[in-house]
């Protein structure tokens, strides 16, 4: 038995990227995150909050991290989300896509993908601890 939360076509309102006079400047950026957890989580035989993984907290965390200053690249922001998930040793592994459109001529949609596997995302947490 395996868990997913997954969370599509979040908006965040971040500035994000370089560009110049002539550039297309993207409008919207969007995230996609599959979280995955323990099926005990989920597959529950009370109907509880103290039984689930409370996702609102992580959400408010990445909202934050995505308004709190300009980023350059969108592997950066990916970087602390990253981090912001292996805060929650409920968190197993996670896969973020992060995108952007318009690319060009008012079209396209442009992204990155990053899969953090459980011994990486483990490995992420022991630098956390320093």
Not at 34 to 57: A, E, G, Q, R, S
Request: hydrophobic letters at 40%.
């Amino acid at each position: 038995m395996k868990s997913v939360i997954e969370l599509k076509n979040l908006e965040l309102k971040l500035s994000l990227g370089t560009y110049g006079p002539d550039d297309v400047v993207p409008d919207v950026h969007l995230l996609h995150l599959k979280l995955t957890i323990d099926p005990k989580f989920v597959f529950i035989d009370t109907d509880c909050m103290d039984h689930v993984f409370d996702y609102d907290p992580l959400i408010a965390e990445i909202d934050h991290l995505a308004s709190d200053g300009h980023y350059h690249t969108q592997e950066r922001l990916m970087t602390r989300i990253t981090a912001a998930c292996a805060a929650y040793e409920v968190i197993e592994a996670v896969e973020i896509y992060l995108s952007k459109h318009p690319v060009l001529r008012n079209s396209g949609e442009l992204g990155v993908r990053l899969s953090v596997k459980a011994e990486e995302l483990a490995e992420v947490r022991s630098l956390m601890k320093g």
